[in-house]
């Protein structure tokens, strides 16, 4: 058994004991010193003074604070004084971060001392942009443990559980704004184990939250250890913690074991039974593994039951697609469309992308009518199948100016690109690094190598970080031009951004390097290469092998064919027609067949991105 069952319980948290912490809370009034303890305020013990008051500077600040402020200031022990005034709290909070240099007192003490009374008196919402500041800062752990050295009251507990939510949506781009030195999930993880440790049951929904963090960043061994420790402090799951189980069993490649969570599931009396989104993840996981007709007995029972949706078929429609069965794929369809399934743009964008794979170019371009016919607008994936699609079959040729308000160019295909273009935009489809590096590839293609620059430039200027797909479409074009010392430097504004070079990278750069007649430095990027971590691939091989038997150098080609099959790579019937030299003699020529071997190489090593 992968995971124990227990039965379902609602994501909200139960209400209890609300009405006490409200006459708790009804206590409280503002104070010029502070009081001593009293059961009203329990939420905050009395704790030892700090040796510096970390809202001393504050009282001194340029502009001076509100009178207001000014009298919390004064105290000298602002916790005690904002208990029970809320609005006094976030005031507070608001003015140091606005109209102060130094900002708002950086310690987890000045973060508890605001986000209390704002929690006590239910302003979770006030407290919402206080405690991302505080997590934004790195504060978030020393804070839960201030927080949690309090008496655990209700109003507490909502916002540990607020602070542990934000926690799971500590997005890169807050991290690039303030820097911190953890990832999402590593932050989430540590604060749901901190709240643990205390005794402190988080609410099933947050942990729910926890659970898709560690699955998103591949963190099996963390989710599972999760889930035991949500079943030790008895937070009973939902029918989310199961779906989230078993979609995260699929991505680990664990089939079996999920399909065996399914029916545990089913079979467990009272327990958690699964919903069509349990069906639909099962079927999407054993889509993606390959296991299409398990998949397919699944949409079966989802049809008999008539809980079958779009969600259901198109995963399946995607697989049948991918395995290239298209008859199977169309049927499926069908049946679909029989049940009175309305097909969703994801539908369309499955059986676009199976046509053109296929070759069948003229029924992609009819489904993609049919769609706006049924009034689906296109997304950015739509459009990028579909310029994939005519760059592959050569209908684009130099990327069918679809980034711009350029003249014609006399290409038959151009004003439908044209149009495509233009329906992006006035829909709202902006063109991304995907949209840009197919147009790149396409213009490569043609050997439209001026219009690579400038869809890359473009790309640039429009804020997109080329990956390391483009960046290898861009080096191609290069390397083609004979601009080796620009694809070169290419490659170190690639590895300086953080982008790791792949075998592609270094395929195309041997293939340059060869084609100038630089074995030497051809042969020390090849030790490179290696040295990296990266195995050479029958493209790596074939270059270097071509291009020694160009120069005459066939004890050099024998050798590398040897190793070639030494090291177990796979060898391509354009490896053989430069073996097929090595018996001749120096200066032979192969005629066309070179020709088709060296384009066949050239455009091999970037195949990847027609995919």
């Not at 483009?470 to 074009?477: D, E």
Request: with cysteine; charged share 20%; proline share 6%.
């Amino acid at each position: 058994m992968l995971f124990p069952i227990h039965p379902c319980k609602s994501q909200a948290p139960a209400a209890s004991a609300v009405a006490a912490a409200a006459a708790a809370i009804s206590g409280l009034r503002f104070v010029s010193s502070s009081p001593s303890p009293s059961p009203s305020t329990a939420l905050i013990p009395t704790r030892r003074e700090e040796k510096e008051d970390p809202f001393a500077p504050l009282l001194a600040s340029d502009p001076p604070p509100p009178e207001p402020l000014r009298q919390v200031l004064a105290t000298g022990d602002v916790r005690a004084a904002l208990r029970g005034l809320p609005g006094l709290a976030r005031q507070l909070f608001r003015w140091a971060e606005g109209a102060t240099r130094g900002g708002f007192p950086r310690c987890a003490s000045a973060y508890a001392a605001v986000l209390v009374p704002l929690a006590e008196a239910k302003h979770l919402h006030a407290a919402h942009p206080v405690s991302v500041r505080a997590i934004h800062l790195g504060l978030l752990l020393p804070l839960l443990s201030l927080l949690l050295s309090f008496p655990t009251t209700v109003s507490l507990h909502y916002l540990l559980n607020l602070l542990l939510r934000l926690s799971t949506k500590f997005s890169a781009q807050c991290r690039a704004r303030d820097p911190a030195p953890t990832t999402c999930s590593t932050l989430c993880l540590a604060a749901f184990r901190e709240m643990a440790r205390h005794g402190v049951p988080p609410f099933v929904k947050e942990c729910n939250l926890v659970l898709r963090a560690l699955r998103d960043e591949a963190r099996w061994d963390d989710m599972r250890a999760v889930y035991a420790e949500m079943l030790q402090l008895g937070i009973e799951p939902s029918i989310v913690t199961y779906n989230t189980l078993l979609d995260s069993s699929f991505r680990e490649g664990r089939v079996d074991q999920a399909a065996k969570l399914l029916r545990e599931m089913e079979a467990r009396p009272g327990g958690c039974l699964p919903s069509d989104v349990t069906y639909n993840v099962v079927i999407s996981g054993l889509a993606r593994k390959g296991e299409l007709e398990t998949a397919a007995q699944l949409v079966d029972r989802m049809r008999m039951s008539k809980k079958a949706s779009a969600f259901t078929f198109n995963p399946l429609i995607t697989g049948f697609f991918a395995r290239g069965s298209v008859e199977k794929a169309e049927a499926l369809r069908l049946e679909m469309e029989n049940d009175g399934i309305v097909p969703s743009v994801v539908t369309y964008n499955a059986v676009i992308h199976g046509m053109f794979k296929t070759g069948n170019v003229e029924a992609a371009r009819m489904k993609f009518v049919e769609m706006r016919a049924m009034g689906l607008l296109p997304d950015l994936i739509t459009y990028n199948s579909l310029l994939n699609g005519y760059c592959k079959a050569g209908n684009l040729k130099e990327a069918l100016w679809l980034l711009g308000d350029l003249r014609r160019a006399g290409l038959g295909d151009l004003e439908e690109a044209r149009r495509f273009k233009q329906e992006m935009v006035e829909q709202g489809c902006q063109p991304d690094v995907t949209t840009y590096t197919i147009l790149m590839n396409g213009s490569r293609k043609v050997r439209n190598l001026m219009m690579v620059r400038g869809f890359f430039d473009e790309m640039l200027s429009k804020g997109l970080q080329p990956d390391c797909f483009a960046y290898n479409t861009r080096i191609s074009a290069e390397l083609i031009l004979g601009a080796t010392s620009e694809a070169f430097q290419l490659t170190e504004v690639m590895i300086s951004r953080g982008i790791s070079s792949d075998t592609v990278t270094y395929n195309i750069l041997l293939d340059g390097l060869c084609k100038s007649g630089n074995l030497k430095d051809a042969y020390v990027l090849w030790m490179k290469m290696v040295s990296d971590g990266l195995q050479p691939d029958c493209v790596t091989y074939t270059c270097l092998i071509h291009a020694h038997c160009e120069r005459g150098r066939l004890r050099e080609a024998i050798d590398i064919f040897d190793g070639m099959l030494a090291s177990g790579s796979p060898t391509s019937a354009v490896t053989y027609t430069d073996d097929a030299w090595l018996p001749q003699k120096k200066g032979a020529t192969s005629g066309s067949s070179t020709g088709r071997a060296r384009k066949s190489k050239q455009d091999g090593a970037l195949e990847t991105f027609s995919e």
